[in-house]
Structures are given as C-alpha cells and as structure tokens.
C-alpha cells in the first residue's frame, strides 16, 4: 500500500506543475507554523505540508491562537496551489 506522504511527494513531483513562487510560499507559511509547534520541520514543501497534515490531525485544539493564524495564512497560500494543481494535473507520468 503507497503511504500518504509518498502520494502527495509524487503529486507535486509527477503529475502537475506548480509555479515555483506558490510552492515556496507555502513552503515557507508551513515551516513558520511547524517551527512555533515545535515539530520537526522537513525538506521540501511535501514534506512541510504532511507534517502540517498530521499536526492538524493529532493537535489541532491544543494549537496556540498564534498557530491558527498561521494556518489561516497556509490555507490562503494552498487555495493558490490548489489551483495550480487542478489546471496543470495530467494523468500520466511525463
């Protein structure tokens, strides 16, 4: 069974074509809220966006005010990913 993160790397890497600029502001938005949790903050905007994932799964009503304004600003910066994603995504590999 293909794990969750490994779809979401291959998402971002395989199938669609992010503008770089949109990518690293949710990069960034992401490493700022893992950073004020305290948790580990990983490479790439994948790895950053998981792990924001499963803080929100495993924490989200012990998150600081501060920390939902921060997922406030992620979620504005991944509706423009998003759309990136649903225009560009091809069903096949290039």
């Given at each position: 069974m293909i794990l969750e993160k490994q779809r979401v790397k291959w998402l971002f890497a395989e199938y669609v074509?992010?503008?770089s600029r949109e990518k690293n502001i949710l990069d960034e938005r992401c490493k700022k809220l893992?950073?004020?949790?305290?948790?580990k903050v990983g490479e790439g905007v994948t790895e950053k966006l998981y792990s924001v994932r499963c803080?929100?799964?495993?924490?989200?009503?012990?998150?600081?005010?501060?920390?939902?304004?921060?997922?406030?600003?992620?979620n504005k910066a991944f509706l423009d990913v998003i759309m990136d994603i649903l225009l560009t995504f091809k069903t096949t590999k290039e």
């Open positions: 074509s992010i503008s893992l950073q004020e949790n305290n948790k803080l929100l799964v495993h924490s989200m009503y012990i998150m600081s005010d501060y920390s939902h304004e921060l997922l406030e600003d992620i």
